[in-house]
């Protein structure tokens, strides 16, 4: 089981970027995928989860409005769009996969390596 995250980088306040997280046929067989992240000196924190037969999603309460998450089926792919990016969504970003909706990270079973965000003032 592997999933692999990708699209960080170092964008200014007000930018945007797109994270993916591509995963195995296994992978992606599982209920829900996510995606947390963790700053510096913090405690990793929930952003969005996506059920991946239905695409019903929900939001960390912090980006809702900005952040869209969606998934390509055919292509095994998850997708963070960010958009009106704050210095406070600095942070590791990783995705995941899990067996029920949840803002828990001890929820999710499998988990990527991580793509670093950062954005400056």
């Known amino acids: 089981v592997q999933l692999q995250a990708s699209g960080g980088g170092l964008v200014q306040a007000g930018g945007s970027l797109r994270l993916s997280c591509r995963g195995s046929?296994?992978?992606?067989?599982?209920?829900?995928v996510g995606w947390f992240r963790q700053a510096p000196g913090k405690e990793r924190e929930f952003v969005a989860v996506i059920t991946w037969s239905a695409g019903v999603t929900y939001y960390a309460d912090s980006v809702k409005g900005r952040f869209t998450i969606s998934r390509d089926k055919d292509k095994n792919t998850m997708y963070l769009q960010m958009n009106s990016l704050k210095p406070e969504d600095t942070a590791v970003y990783y995705c995941?996969?899990?067996?029920?909706?949840?803002?828990?990270?001890?929820?999710?079973?499998?988990w990527g390596q991580g793509t670093l965000v950062t954005v400056s003032s």
């Open positions: 046929w296994r992978t992606f067989s599982t209920y829900t």
């Open positions: 995941a996969t899990g067996s029920a909706i949840s803002r828990s990270s001890s929820s999710y079973d499998y």
